[in-house]
């Protein structure tokens, strides 16, 4: 069975030798750096977890191309079943992490790829699906990690990729060969990239028909010559090398682990490229990869909202506040906001339908809208934790505080709330809270799969206004005749501007 094991996932990334700079400083092995190791540790729980019978309905899946069972994070989506399953594994990843695992995006990368090549081949001809087709087995059969890289750095927002000052501000084909291409550019906020095996490319706009150099689609090993990481910093990132009571999520990571990954003219054989000039698709594709990555949000933010609101619950009892029914009744405002998004994923995935390749796309309006709530949501929910938490979480001591036998007893003794619970208990708590609460969560719940506007776009556009004029007309001038109005289930990505 092609499911790699924690360890073997882990062992293969020492074995890729990936060009890594942390603070600034190249890193020896990615798999021994104590700063990217949460976030392997995180990715080594989806190996895990695709090996515990228990899980296996939602961690694997049944490839199409070989009959296998696979992991989901390597699967093509072919019903709304399989779109369902995936929201529920994220939330039990959610559950079980408290954080962003980071598959997804390689994997919604994956199902974009195989929605696209189909459509560039039966409109010009190409051969992409079938040479996709295969690289997607090998995928399959290694159970490689792979990172999805969309994000562009942009340079000067109002100019277009060809109108660039410099060039390289989106990735482009610098290159054509016989026998490959070779890109240059860069991808930002790039989620578990540098603890991949594999990155795939995509175009990260819509392209205008001169803009073939800019509409490149391919895979790259994370260890390929010229390709490079430079790590992000997070909000109280050495705290995880600190250890004691301060940490927060002790074994996991908080976000992605993100990083810029640059392309420095790197040389990629014909057999993994993708998309090459065909800029027509371009949009298509970007529609394709954020509209099954924004519904995702309501299931990997709802397993990460299900972990804060256990963290805030127990804090109550911490501080013996759990019966007040002001404090009962916020939590139940963070368990509605949190199953309104969840409820949201599960719909958009169940109102699925086929496209062109056989694959399933959710529903884009329910999609987007996930999203978008989860730009708010992920703040209100964390806006309540605060608020139960209390003024403490601002002030909390540090595990110093706790070993210096001249303090020690006036911290343990003037922090201690409810005797049934150890101080530091508490602040373990709050500092899990504030790890969750914290600047780079919250910003990348607003901005990973797209910012917010990028969702109202597709709003209006999904919500056909001049057809609710109708419908008003109807109801108000008195025609019941329901023919021609819209089922719910057949609504279609509308195309990026670029
Ligand atoms: Fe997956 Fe959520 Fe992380 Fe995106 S933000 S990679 S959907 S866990």
């Known amino acids: 069975m092609p499911l790699k094991t924690p360890a073997e996932y882990v062992d293969s990334l020492r074995e890729l030798n990936i060009r890594a700079y942390v603070n600034g400083e190249r890193v020896e092995s990615v798999a021994d750096h104590p700063s990217i190791a949460p976030h392997i540790n995180t990715v080594a729980k989806t190996y895990e977890l695709s ?9 694997t899946a049944e490839s199409h191309l070989t009959g ?10 072919h019903s709304a079943d399989d779109l369902v399953k995936k929201i529920q594994m994220l939330r039990l990843l959610g559950q079980v992490t408290g954080t962003c695992f980071q598959r997804c995006v390689g994997l919604d990368a994956l199902n974009a790829l195989y929605a696209i090549t189909y459509e560039i081949d039966q409109g010009e001809g190409t051969s992409y699906h079938q040479r996709f087709r295969d690289y997607l087995t090998g995928v399959q059969r290694a159970d490689l990690m792979l990172a999805g890289a969309m994000t562009d750095p942009k340079g000067h927002r109002a100019k277009r990729p060809s109108q660039q000052d ?7 084909v610098v290159e054509r060969r016989d026998d490959g291409v070779v890109i240059r550019g860069a991808k930002l906020h790039n989620t578990g990239g540098i603890n991949s095996h594999e990155i795939l490319v995509m175009p990260g706009t819509g392209l205008s028909d001169a803009e073939g150099d800019y509409a490149i689609a391919c895979a790259v090993p994370a260890n390929a010559d010229g390709v490079l990481f430079i790590f992000g910093r ?3 990132d050495n705290r995880k090398l600190e250890g004691g009571c301060d940490i927060g999520n002790p074994r996991f990571g908080v976000v992605g682990g993100e990083a810029m990954v640059v392309f420095d003219d790197v040389f990629v054989p014909h057999d993994r490229v993708f998309m090459n000039g065909e800029s027509t698709y371009a949009g298509t594709m970007v529609n394709y990869f954020a509209t099954w990555h924004r519904a995702n949000y309501g299931g990997c933010k709802g397993g990460n909202a299900d972990v804060l609101i256990g963290a805030t619950a127990k804090m109550t009892k911490v501080l013996g506040t759990e019966r007040n ?10 368990i509605h906001m949190n199953e309104t998004t969840y409820a949201s994923a599960i719909g958009a995935s169940a109102m699925g339908y086929p496209l062109p390749c056989g694959s399933y796309m959710v529903d884009p309006m329910m999609a987007n809208t996930v999203k978008q709530n989860i730009t708010r949501n992920v703040y209100q929910i964390g806006r309540l934790s605060h608020d139960l938490a209390g003024g403490f979480l601002a002030t909390m001591p540090g595990e110093q505080s706790f070993e210096n036998p001249e303090i020690a007893r006036f911290v343990e003794k003037y922090h201690q709330a409810n005797p049934e619970y150890e101080t530091r208990d508490r602040v373990k708590l709050g500092r899990y809270i504030e790890n969750m609460t914290s600047v780079t969560t919250m910003v990348e719940a607003m901005h990973g799969a797209g910012s917010p506007q990028a969702q109202r776009i597709v709003m209006l556009g999904q919500a056909d206004i001049d057809k609710k004029i109708e419908m008003a007309d109807r109801v108000i001038d008195g025609d019941d005749d329901v023919e021609g109005l819209p089922l719910p289930g057949k609504r279609q990505p509308v195309e990026v501007e670029g």
Do not use: A
């Open 51 to 59: 090996h515990d019978p228990e899980h296996q309905d939602v961690m």
């Open 68 to 77: 296998e069972r696979i992991h989901r994070y390597t699967h093509i989506f």
């Open 166 to 172: 410099d060039p390289d501000q989106f990735v482009r």
């Open 234 to 236: 997070q909000s109280n």
């Open 325 to 334: 029914s002001v404090v009962r009744d916020k939590l139940i405002e963070m």
